[in-house]
């Protein structure tokens, strides 16, 4: 009999983090993009369908701690499922998904008894997604995953999936054989063993091997180990199911379950032709197969990892569809940035501060033709525009429909449960907003400030109130990369970070977080 964890590495957590490409609203927004009608998914342009009242069904395989379903099933009236062969991310979510009585259902099932499951119920889904699981897991249970897709993913519904990548894991292929070799000849205890096997790596490269002369992507990946968290390396290169493949051999397998590949799944993807020189672009505009076509572009910008959107029956939009979709979607701000920020040229601001009038309230890409660029921004710089700031985590596309006083309820009640948890340890640094249906990022400290709000501190009192629950916690902050000593260091501080957040108040009311 295979082993439960069926070579995922289990004896590590993952990290605590929120996808926002695996909201239900950024993917519709991103097959609209690509032409797509989707349907009784479309819950985004002013007209909402005739299925809209329907309970759509959301499965996650793969969920690491949960953070990104725990969010979605805070936000939405979707019923959502889930698993994750670690018995601890499965308890983890378990905890945070307790609050505001969402409908999840979470298990530690692996994917076979997973898919027993699910014929047992006779399941069906809207939206499948697996996000970095498909690399991570041996080719048994890749066959196991796509008989769940076959099985129980509808007519019209949607799949997501990440993946590492050939031809860019190339060169890097080959250092990972290299630290699961060492890692499987030495003895010790499976984290002692990845730590010396990462140290091994980098003392073996600093003896400058013809390897190393002749591979560049070792050294890659040695500035990978140095710079990335020891979760994060555990899981990338000590999976014993870890495998690479190419986009054509991805298609191929959703291809029998009755897959078409629609798009990237970040709003960029649209627009990567622009970033390929004149000369590999005629090139490309030579190849007529789509499937080669995007291959080819994979070997020109040397893609290593690919985040896909796949659908179960197609129906395309026309150019005038596809226009008036984009432009009667409404959308707000979910991150303010500093004004000196570097990545914000003046129509980003521009676009900022357009959506930051009237309280934050959305506003749909129709009015913002009309008031940016002096009126005259043509849809595709527009389009561009807005693809950019979504991938940037600046803006997001809004639901149309209403946000019922029960979910309203329970965002709130899934942050103060997140915010008052930050006030005894560290924890999850995304909020619920139901505006998105989806999560925000908010920092540690703010997150102390904002519970301290939501429980009456008065706003001169902050500043003290966070520090007494930091120091006690042994949390200073940081300035400048030096960690402050006093107290009134820190407090001084912690005034600065409070000063930045006041103004950030009525858009997160505005997105249903407080």
Known sequence: MANWNDGYLTDIEYLDTYFSYLNPLFMNLNLTFAGF??????????????????????????FGRGVSLCVHAATTDMSFVGTDFNPSHTLFARNLAKVGNADIQLYDDSFELLYKRLQKQEAEFDYIVLHGVWSWVSYENQKVILQIIRDHLKVGGIVYVSYN???????????????????????????????????????????NPLYLQNNPSAARVSQIIENEKFDYLAHEFFNDGANCCYFVDMV??????????ACGALPLWHYEDSSLNKQNQAFLDQIAEPTLKEQLKDYYLNRQFRNDIFVKGAQKLSGQQICDKFLNTRFTLTSIPDSDAEDLDAIRKDMIAFLAKDSYTPKSMREAQLQLGGGGLHIRELAKLVADMMTSGYIHPVTNR????????????????????????QYVRYAAAPLIGGGVLINEVSQVFLYGLMSGVDEKGLG?????ILKAQGRKLNKAGVDLESDKENIKELDSVLQDLLPKIPLYKNLGII
């Open 464 to 468: 003290a109130f966070a520090w007494d």
């Open 37 to 62: 009608d989707v349907g009784q998914h479309d819950c985004i342009s002013l007209q909402t369908s005739s299925d809209s009242n329907d309970k759509q069904s959301y499965l996650e395989m793969g």
């Open 402 to 425: 209403d946000i019922t006083d029960s979910i309203a309820k329970r965002s709130i009640d899934f942050n103060r449960h997140i915010f008052s948890n930050q006030c005894k340890k």
């Open 252 to 261: 191929r397998d959703l291809e029998s379950c009755k897959l078409q590949f």
């Open 165 to 207: 990548c050939f031809p860019g894991w190339d060169g890097k292929w080959s250092s990972r054989k290299l630290l699961t070799m060492y890692h499987d000849y030495i003895s010790g205890a499976k984290v002692e063993r990845i730590r010396n096997a990462l140290g091994f790596f980098k003392d073996f490269l600093e003896t």
